[in-house]
């Protein structure tokens, strides 16, 4: 029987990755138990799969009691949230790092968001021994996880994956469109991204920038509706599904990525794969997941600016993908 602790995943690109394992793991024959965040319990209740059960938990020392309660029912666990168990599992164990967070905290983070992620970092290294192996999306990530937390490459896994889109409809791109596919944590760098593109619109009266900013992130989706009112082609999608994404995907000319950290950075590969050009943060994670059209400092507004203005008067090369989908190899992980 397999483990799949997702306890710690109920938004943004992890959320995106655990549905997308979710329905490939329901194609197989594995007996599986699925431990839940309870914030979205509605949405996988419905999926009612026959061999996948899920859990629903509300916190970390529930997930800690289950472990524990049940250290000998499984062959294998995955950890899907960064943290391995609290406890020795009886089991083959794997956790999934996706969490650049807690390699190197960005100064932008308020003082509890710092305080935060330390006590996690706390808890990564004491658990540490718990797991046997970790997997990653990319080098940059292994690399940084084995010097943070002295962990040897050989239990370090490199298995980058993500859902492919299903639609494939020809649309008409629309010169001059910038899209933006992400949370508004303060890693994201967002308010910057918006300062760089009300000044150039200022100069230039062209372009578009397109936003997927949600309602849990009022402060900077009440910065986006007060630019938006004062004139600013400013459109804040909010969220949206991701099958939705691929329509604005299509219809943009290029993917402006200012994010201070990823540990893949998913929209990337899902701009590329669907026709856009990447303007990104000349920063490490962007050259392992492309070879990007354009990149500028991301600390540095004058930078986004001119990026700006690069790109909607000249002709940019095609960016170019680095990794690839290898759901196939994790799940193959998972059942021998």
């Not at 308020?110 to 006590?119: A, G, H, R, T, V």
């Not at 859902?163 to 494939?168: D, E, K, R």
């Not at 890693?187 to 200022?202: A, E, G, M, Q, V």
């Amino acid at each position: 029987m397999l483990l799949i602790d997702a306890i710690f995943i109920n938004n943004g690109g992890g959320k995106i990755l655990l549905d997308y394992l979710y329905d490939v793991l329901d194609k197989t024959s594995l007996n599986i138990v699925m431990l839940i965040d309870e914030r979205i319990k509605d949405e996988y209740e419905a999926k009612k799969s026959t061999h996948i059960n899920c859990v629903f938990l509300k916190t970390f020392s529930e997930r800690n009691k289950y472990l524990k309660e049940n250290r000998n029912k499984f062959e294998k666990v995955l950890c899907f949230g960064n943290i391995p168990p609290n406890i020795k599992m009886n089991a083959t164990t794997y956790t999934y790092f996706h969490q650049p967070m807690y390699l190197s905290i960005p100064r932008e983070f308020s003082l509890m968001e710092k305080i935060k992620f330390n006590m996690k970092i706390f808890i990564l290294k004491k658990f540490d021994k718990n797991t046997n192996f970790w997997i990653v999306q990319n080098r940059f990530i292994k690399k940084g996880l084995g010097e943070k937390f002295k962990i040897n490459s050989d239990r370090i896994l490199e298995i980058p994956f993500y859902p492919p889109f299903s639609t494939q409809d020809t649309v008409e791109r629309e010169k001059n469109t910038f899209i933006f596919v992400s949370n508004a944590t303060p890693n994201k760098n967002h308010i910057r991204l918006i300062n760089s593109f009300c000044n150039f619109y200022d100069k230039f009266g062209i372009g578009r920038l397109i936003l997927t900013v949600s309602d849990s992130f009022p402060e900077v989706k009440g910065i986006i509706a007060d630019k938006v009112k004062l004139g600013y082609p400013i459109q804040n999608l909010g969220f949206i599904t991701h099958e939705e994404l691929c329509l604005y995907y299509r219809k943009s000319e290029y993917l402006i990525f200012p994010s201070l950290a990823e540990s893949f950075g998913l929209g990337i590969v899902e701009a590329i794969e669907n026709g856009c050009k990447v303007i990104g943060a000349d920063l490490a994670y962007m050259y392992e997941a492309c070879e990007p059209s354009l990149t500028f400092d991301p600390t540095d507004e004058n930078s986004i600016y001119n990026s700006f203005c690069i790109a909607t008067s000249q002709n940019l090369p095609d960016s170019k993908q680095n990794v690839y989908n290898n759901i196939d190899e994790l799940i193959k992980l998972l059942k021998d």
